[in-house]
């Protein structure tokens, strides 16, 4: 008899960890999507920078880009376990983040032609920011 109450009770304890294992990859892919875009390289981010330097400016990304996901999934693990009605919420103040910083773009790119600038003056500034290091910033 003892021995069928413990394998009862290793039953009970493979389905809780098959339940919670299911929980957990639920919360993982519900907010992979909110967490997967931080990892694109914007093109101007390596613009102007010399071939050897290209390679750490990328690896300087992507170093940042884990320590994001590193503090950002467990967190985000932890508001969908706890208070998963905060989501939302965050979801919108995020995209309105986007398309403030989309709108503040389109205004700089006009801005922007309305101020020409000597092509001397922007060769200049170009060798200026080259000279740089790119991981100084």
């Avoid at 690896?59 to 376990?81: M, R, Y």
């Amino acid at each position: 008899m003892a021995g069928s109450s413990l394998l009862t009770l290793l039953d009970d304890i493979a389905t809780l960890l098959d339940d919670i294992s299911v929980m957990g990859k639920l919360a993982a892919k519900k907010t992979a999507g909110v967490l997967g875009d931080d990892l694109s390289l914007n093109a101007q981010q390596v613009t102007g920078v010399r071939a050897n330097r290209e390679l750490p400016v990328v690896w300087s990304v992507a170093k940042g880009s884990l320590i994001n996901k590193v503090i950002l999934v467990p967190l985000a693990l932890l508001i969908s376990a706890f208070i998963p009605w905060a989501i939302t919420p965050l979801l919108m103040l995020g995209g309105a983040f986007l398309c403030f910083e989309g709108v503040e773009k389109v205004l700089h790119t006009f801005e922007a032609r309305k101020h020409k600038e000597d092509p001397a003056e922007r060769q200049k500034r170009l060798e200026a920011l080259a000279a740089q290091d790119p991981l100084a910033f």
